[in-house]
């Protein structure tokens, strides 16, 4: 039902997209977006898979992209940088390359497992392939946290730019030489403005995905000036480069909240779904135990094991050669899942003990990127006391925390009974409408009982035409109910408005009862106690979580 909306949005003209979005309590920058896509596939790619599938596909893409993306992210596969290689016996020459990461298999590993996760994790097959900004939100994250990752690499190397030239990071002659990685030049101060920019432009497709980018971005900005303390014009400017920006999202945010204070005079309507349960909700949100538990146990395992054969063969521990690199892979995780994690539990804080319904994996869905890399991370930084070996151990982690997360969401015994969805919306509104549509007589009427937030303001019946037809467009978009029947979009107390109609609503509509009576059929995604004891006459039939009531 929630889809609908963003299909309503563009069944009109691109200037009623902006108002019909604002109905629905939704941002116009996706569904513009939407609109524009919508108009320039061709018609015969429509004819083919149906306007559904050509919407989907949208969401479907950029899920796709984003789990594609995590695999080079994870991996370093592409990532131009003067840090990210293991040091030669000839330092001139590594520099005089200027150095492209190429991933060993060990890195890899990590990739392709961060990649599957997030393919096979069942709330992002859920809200990745959804008719809604959720996707997008993904996709911006991942774009995010590769700008993150360039950014934070940099300055790492061992070696200077100038062939022959080797400086230690962090030592005074590395900070005081303008031909030092660790000298920020000015097109770094534009990368650090660009992360800024993709932030506000998640917060400007769905303002809820600043609930976890936002403290990614404090993060990200702590430690950035923290990493560049010792070169005081590098700090100077990064210092300039993220105040400036904080003074932008400080406007921002105070216009924001000046032209949507009706939001907060009106959250009681998210109480019904974005409420805390109690403090096992905060272990329930995500799968920690495959993306953050099972990997870093492993790893921490797998050091400690890999030290002490090593030290029995060798009689002295040896650091890999490749160890900063390893060392910079668990640093950059360790600042995400930290930014994860406190996100997670400001959020569930202020849904339990502030008034504030934020508690729903679709406002915090900017998560899952993140842990899925954080995953693959610990994975290709555990090391062994060879290659061989090693390669062994990040396999087995990789297809333990799988298996793990697979069996967590039931996947293995869904598959088991020869069904292949992974994530299954469960309204069923096509067949709804359409058995509708078979049973009902010329000039019937119909209520739709939508069921969204959007009706706890309405009277029983809805006066204003522009929500009217928003909550009657289940039946009048892609699923059309036809002309033959008269549909009537329903505000509150729907359900016990048409089971017994005998009383003015208290918005003062009299005819509300006759209307209620005069009603065949009920169509409804609520659940409703009444349903157990349908009165004499009435009889309910479901498709899925939507039911239908029909009055003989």
Same mark, same amino acid.
């Given at each position: 039902?929630?889809?609908?909306?963003?299909?309503?949005?563009?069944?009109?003209?691109?200037?009623?997209?902006?108002?019909?979005?604002?109905?629905? *309590?939704?941002?116009?920058?996706?569904?513009?977006?939407?609109?524009?896509?919508?108009?320039?596939?061709?018609?015969?790619?429509?004819?083919?898979?149906?306007?559904?599938?050509?919407?989907?596909?949208?969401?479907?893409?950029?899920? @796709?992209?984003?789990?594609?993306?995590?695999?080079?992210?994870?991996?370093?596969?592409?990532?131009?940088?003067?840090? #990210?290689?293991?040091?030669?016996?000839?330092?001139?020459?590594?520099?005089?390359?200027?150095?492209?990461?190429?991933?060993?298999?060990?890195?890899?590993?990590?990739?392709?497992?961060?990649?599957?996760?997030?393919?096979?994790?069942?709330?992002?097959?859920?809200?990745?392939?959804?008719?809604?900004?959720?996707?997008?939100?993904?996709?911006?994250?991942?774009?995010?946290?590769?700008?993150?990752?360039?950014?934070?690499?940099?300055?790492?190397?061992?070696?200077?730019?100038?062939?022959? *030239?080797?400086?230690?990071?962090?030592?005074?002659?590395?900070?005081? *030489?303008?031909?030092?990685?660790?000298?920020?030049?000015?097109?770094?101060?534009?990368?650090?403005?660009?992360?800024?920019?993709?932030?506000?432009?998640?917060?400007?497709?769905?303002?809820?995905?600043?609930?976890?980018?936002?403290?990614?971005?404090?993060?990200?900005?702590?430690?950035?000036? #923290?990493?560049?303390?010792?070169?005081?014009?590098?700090?100077?400017?990064?210092?300039?480069?993220?105040?400036?920006?904080?003074?932008?999202?400080?406007?921002?945010?105070?216009?924001?909240?000046?032209?949507?204070?009706?939001?907060?005079? @009106?959250?009681?309507?998210?109480?019904?779904?974005?409420?805390?349960?109690? #403090?096992?909700?905060?272990?329930?949100?995500?799968? #920690?135990?495959?993306?953050?538990?099972?990997?870093?146990?492993?790893?921490?395992?797998?050091?400690?094991?890999?030290?002490?054969?090593?030290?029995?063969?060798?009689?002295?521990?040896?650091?890999?050669?490749?160890?900063?690199?390893?060392?910079?892979?668990?640093?950059?995780?360790?600042?995400?899942?930290?930014?994860?994690?406190?996100?997670?539990?400001?959020?569930?804080?202020?849904?339990?003990?502030?008034?504030?319904? !934020?508690?729903?994996?679709?406002?915090?869905?900017?998560?899952?990127?993140?842990?899925?890399?954080?995953?693959?991370?610990?994975?290709?930084?555990?090391?062994?006391?060879?290659?061989?070996?090693?390669?062994?151990?990040?396999?087995?982690?990789?297809?333990?925390?799988?298996?793990?997360?697979?069996?967590?969401?039931?996947? !293995?015994?869904?598959?088991?009974?020869?069904?292949?969805?992974?994530?299954?919306?469960?309204?069923?509104?096509?067949?709804?409408?359409?058995?509708?549509?078979?049973?009902?007589?010329?000039?019937?009427?119909?209520?739709?009982?939508?069921?969204?937030?959007?009706? *706890?303001?309405?009277?029983?019946?809805?006066?204003?035409?522009?929500?009217?037809?928003?909550?009657?467009?289940?039946?009048?978009?892609?699923?059309?109910?036809?002309?033959?029947?008269?549909?009537?979009?329903?505000?509150?107390?729907?359900?016990?408005?048409?089971?017994?109609?005998?009383?003015?609503?208290?918005?003062?509509?009299?005819?509300?009862?006759?209307?209620?009576?005069?009603?065949?059929?009920?169509?409804?995604?609520?659940?409703?106690?009444?349903?157990?004891?349908?009165?004499?006459?009435?009889?309910?039939?479901?498709?899925?979580?939507?039911?239908?009531?029909?009055?003989?």
């Amino acid at each position: 039902m929630d889809e609908l909306h963003s299909a309503w949005c563009i069944a009109g003209t691109l200037g009623q997209v902006g108002e019909r979005a604002a109905i629905g *309590n939704q941002q116009p920058a996706y569904f513009i977006a939407l609109y524009l896509w919508r108009h320039l596939v061709p018609a015969s790619l429509v004819a083919v898979y149906g306007i559904e599938a050509t919407l989907r596909a949208t969401s479907v893409l950029m899920t @796709s992209l984003s789990a594609a993306w995590l695999v080079a992210i994870v991996s370093g596969t592409g990532i131009r940088s003067r840090a #990210w290689r293991p040091p030669s016996r000839n330092p001139s020459s590594d520099a005089a390359r200027g150095g492209r990461f190429s991933p060993t298999r060990n890195t890899l590993v990590g990739g392709i497992a961060a990649g599957l996760a997030f393919a096979l994790q069942r709330d992002a097959i859920f809200f990745g392939t959804e008719l809604r900004p959720y996707a997008a939100i993904m996709l911006i994250t991942t774009a995010a946290l590769a700008l993150a990752r360039h950014l934070t690499l940099t300055g790492y190397s061992i070696e200077a730019e100038t062939p022959g *030239n080797t400086l230690p990071i962090g030592s005074d002659a590395a900070s005081r *030489n303008p031909a030092s990685p660790e000298f920020v030049q000015p097109r770094g101060c534009w990368g650090r403005a660009a992360l800024h920019g993709l932030v506000m432009f998640a917060a400007a497709v769905h303002v809820t995905s600043l609930i976890v980018l936002a403290p990614q971005l404090m993060v990200f900005a702590i430690y950035d000036l #923290w990493r560049h303390r010792a070169h005081a014009p590098s700090r100077r400017a990064i210092g300039i480069t993220h105040v400036a920006a904080g003074v932008i999202w400080i406007v921002g945010a105070v216009l924001w909240i000046w032209s949507h204070g009706e939001l907060w005079q @009106s959250r009681d309507n998210w109480n019904s779904f974005a409420i805390t349960q109690g #403090w096992g909700d905060l272990w329930r949100m995500w799968p #920690w135990g495959a993306l953050v538990i099972v990997p870093v146990v492993g790893w921490a395992v797998a050091a400690r094991l890999g030290a002490s054969i090593s030290w029995l063969r060798r009689g002295a521990f040896q650091e890999p050669r490749d160890d900063s690199g390893r060392r910079r892979d668990l640093l950059m995780a360790g600042l995400v899942l930290a930014g994860v994690i406190g996100s997670t539990v400001v959020c569930y804080l202020l849904s339990a003990y502030a008034g504030v319904p !934020l508690w729903h994996r679709r406002y915090l869905v900017a998560s899952l990127p993140l842990l899925c890399a954080v995953m693959g991370w610990f994975i290709g930084a555990t090391r062994c006391f060879s290659q061989s070996a090693t390669l062994v151990v990040q396999i087995a982690m990789a297809s333990a925390c799988l298996a793990l997360l697979l069996t967590a969401q039931g996947a !293995l015994a869904t598959w088991g009974r020869g069904v292949s969805q992974l994530a299954r919306r469960g309204e069923d509104w096509r067949s709804a409408v359409a058995w509708v549509r078979d049973a009902a007589d010329d000039d019937d009427q119909v209520w739709i009982d939508a069921g969204l937030i959007e009706q *706890n303001t309405q009277p029983t019946l809805v006066a204003d035409p522009k929500v009217e037809e928003y909550l009657r467009y289940v039946t009048a978009g892609p699923y059309r109910l036809g002309e033959r029947v008269h549909c009537v979009a329903a505000g509150r107390d729907a359900i016990a408005a048409w089971l017994a109609p005998s009383a003015p609503d208290d918005s003062g509509h009299s005819s509300t009862d006759l209307i209620a009576s005069q009603s065949r059929f009920l169509i409804t995604r609520r659940q409703s106690h009444r349903f157990n004891r349908l009165p004499v006459g009435i009889k309910g039939y479901r498709f899925g979580r939507v039911t239908v009531l029909t009055r003989r």
